[in-house]
């Protein structure tokens, strides 16, 4: 089993900055990918940013040039820069690991971006 704990998310305005951090712990594998989706109020959850181990990322359109997501400096971590918030990035933030054929998902964290 793996588990996943976010932090990071808060309230910031728009136009603002927020860095999100996960970490993997449990049995682990080098062979992984990392990232992150979110899941807005009445809206199915979307992709937002994925890295693989092997440093491969893929981004949602609607992100690309604002955030930037990277393998942390401790290892099974993943970290999600976000730049340029909008009203629209409003939703739980949701980390993503999958390994072998299996998938794990945090517990979530709040992203409100809101003057």
């Known amino acids: 089993q793996v588990q996943l704990v976010e932090s990071g998310g808060g309230l910031v305005q728009p136009g603002g900055s927020l860095r999100l951090s996960c970490a993997a712990s449990g049995i682990t594998f080098s062979i992984n990918t990392m990232g992150w989706y979110r899941q807005a109020p009445g809206k199915e959850r979307e992709l937002v940013a994925i890295i693989a181990n092997t440093g491969i990322t893929n981004y949602a359109d609607s992100v690309k040039g604002r955030f930037t997501i990277s393998r942390g400096s401790a290892k099974n971590t993943v970290d999600l820069q976000m730049n340029s918030l909008k009203p629209e990035d409003t939703a739980v933030y949701y980390c993503?690991?999958?390994?072998?054929?299996?998938?794990?998902w945090g517990q979530g964290t709040q992203v409100t971006v809101s003057s």
């Open positions: 993503y690991r999958a390994q072998t054929e299996n998938a794990y």
